[in-house]
T-cell receptor, first 116, second 116 residues
Framework: AAGVIQSPRHLIKEKRETATLKCYPI?????VYWYQQGPGQDPQFLIS???????DKGSIPDRFSAQQFSDYHSELNMSSLELGDSALYFC???????????????FGPGTRLTVL | AQKVTQAQTEISVVEKEDVTLDCVYE???????LFWYKQPPSGELVFLIR??????QNEISGRYSWNFQKSTSSFNFTITASQVVDSAVYFC?????????????FGTGTLLAVQP
């Protein structure tokens, strides 16, 4: 079965640079979630999109922006990178927004971002 | 507010020992979902189990079992006859039901080290 695809899997950037992370949800999934997991920490919710509209927002820095495109893939844009942005970034997708068994979130393998 | 507490930061056991990972949650929702995820050193989040708030039956899957008790707001996870391959960080997570509150709230995780 197709899974959530994230690219790139690894990314190394310098401070103050910009990074773009991409997420391709499971086919027919219309909701995308982004989570950030710092070293030794639990995943923290950043933002989610349903049908190309932002549906919820967590502790996402103003330097970050995200969007969902017409084909439902999503991109997380990160500018003015800081050392503290080094983390594992997970994307998850689900079918529909309302909570329920059929709206399970499936996680991608993550993108490991290292800021030097 | 929703919160998940995993008081055990690290647990070390010897292979074939049984081990229980504790999870306590807080929520004002009457309907919610609880999850356990495994994160091996490779970093991906592996889904283990989902339990909804109306189903307090304990569940067993092979060497894994889960004990859900609403009265104590706990959802504990037991591994029987642990194996070295069980070494990982285990996260307990909570999710609300409905609307835009589908984000997962993770606990801080428990690092399980199974020694041969």
């Amino acid at each position: 079965a197709a899974g959530v695809i994230q690219s790139p899997r690894h990314l190394i950037k310098e401070k103050r640079e910009t990074a773009t992370l991409k997420c391709y949800p499971i086919p027919r999934h219309d909701t995308v979630y982004w989570y950030q997991q710092g070293p030794g920490q639990d995943p923290q919710f950043l933002i989610s999109f349903y049908e190309k509209m932002q549906s919820d927002k967590g502790s996402i820095p103003d330097r970050f922006s995200a969007q969902q495109f017409s084909d439902y893939h999503s991109e997380l844009n990160m500018s003015s990178l800081e050392l503290g942005d080094s983390a594992l970034y997970f994307c998850a997708s689900s079918q529909g927004l309302a909570g329920g068994v059929t709206n399970e979130q499936f996680f991608g393998p993550g993108t490991r971002l290292t800021v030097l | 507010a929703q919160k998940v507490t995993q008081a055990q930061t690290e647990i070390s056991v010897v292979e074939k020992e049984d081990v229980t990972l504790d999870c306590v949650y807080e929520t004002r929702d009457t309907t919610y979902y609880l999850f356990w995820y495994k994160q091996p050193p490779s970093g991906e989040l592996v889904f283990l189990i989902r339990r909804n708030s109306f189903d307090e039956q304990n569940e067993i899957s092979g060497r894994y079992s889960w004990n859900f008790q609403k009265s104590t707001s706990s959802f504990n996870f037991t591994i029987t006859a642990s194996q070295v391959v069980d070494s990982a960080v285990y996260f307990c997570a909570l999710r609300g039901y409905g609307g835009a509150t589908n984000k997962l709230i993770f606990g801080t995780g428990t690092l399980l080290a199974v020694q041969p």
